[in-house]
T-cell receptor
Framework: GAVVSQHPSRVICKSGTSVKIECRSLDFQATTMFWYRQFPKQSLMLMATSNEGSKATYEQGVEKDKFLINHASLTLSTLTVTSAHPEDSSFYIC????????????????FGPGTRLTVL | SQKIEQNSEALNIQEGKTATLTCNYTNYSPAYLQWYRQDPGRGPVFLLLIRENEKEKRKERLKVTFDTTLKQSLFHITASQPADSATYLCALVSGYSTLTFGKGTMLLVSP
């Protein structure tokens, strides 16, 4: 089956530093990748949609200058949390949507295992 | 405003029984609905997708129904096992093909 990996799985950083999270589709090409954030006992909230080779589309209320997204290849998207603060501590999850042989998009999204970010 | 509601209270059942989880939504016209399983500290895992013109979908011990009139989906696990214990999320997909998730319902299956 389609596998999505994330790295790192956990990161602890000091306030004011930047953290980069990688999301990779291991055995398929993902034209579109999504980044979500999940607070404890809350639903996954979509932060942004990233399409390979173009700028990410951010959801309302998500600061694009704070959460930098790069989708440079069909198998890799990165999320950089710049100048992280304690309120950015959360569980960040990416997902990828595969394309079929005709270039159409599958409906199913494959999720990574998540990255737990703790900002001290 | 758009809302997806799943029972926030954990569902406790005994092994072997059928678990039924509910997902209600308002102010949505979803093209399709998906159910995911999420274990603690892990990303969601896709289980089933049902389209707006489908009433029911099955996969092994799982069954999903979708009633667009009631704006409700039911998710059933038959012959439940302790390994089925997890949080189950429903997610709606509307015109822009993005997923909007409910908060999920925790299922606890005791031996």
């Amino acid at each position: 089956g389609a596998v999505v990996s994330q790295h790192p799985s956990r990161v602890i950083c000091k306030s004011g530093t930047s953290v980069k999270i990688e999301c990779r589709s291991l055995d398929f090409q993902a034209t579109t990748m999504f980044w979500y954030r999940q607070f404890p006992k809350q639903s996954l909230m979509l932060m942004a949609t990233s399409n390979e080779g173009s700028k990410a589309t951010y959801e309302q209320g998500v600061e694009k200058d704070k959460f930098l997204i790069n989708h440079a290849s069909l198998t890799l998207s990165t999320l950089t949390v710049t100048s992280a603060h304690p309120e950015d501590s959360s569980f960040y999850i990416c997902s990828a949507r595969a394309t079929d042989s005709t270039g159409g998009l599958y409906n199913e999204q494959f999720f990574g295992p998540g990255t737990r970010l703790t900002v001290l | 405003s758009q809302k997806i509601e799943q029972n926030s209270e954990a569902l406790n059942i005994q092994e072997g029984k059928t678990a039924t989880l509910t997902c209600n939504y308002t102010n949505y016209s979803p093209a399709y609905l998906q159910w995911y399983r999420q274990d603690p500290g892990r990303g969601p895992v896709f289980l089933l997708l049902i389209r707006e013109n489908e009433k029911e979908k099955r996969k092994e011990r799982l069954k999903v129904t979708f009633d667009t009139t009631l704006k409700q989906s039911l998710f059933h696990i038959t012959a439940s096992q302790p390994a089925d214990s997890a949080t189950y999320l429903c997610a709606l997909v509307s015109g822009y093909s993005t997923l909007t998730f409910g908060k999920g319902t925790m299922l606890l299956v005791s031996p």
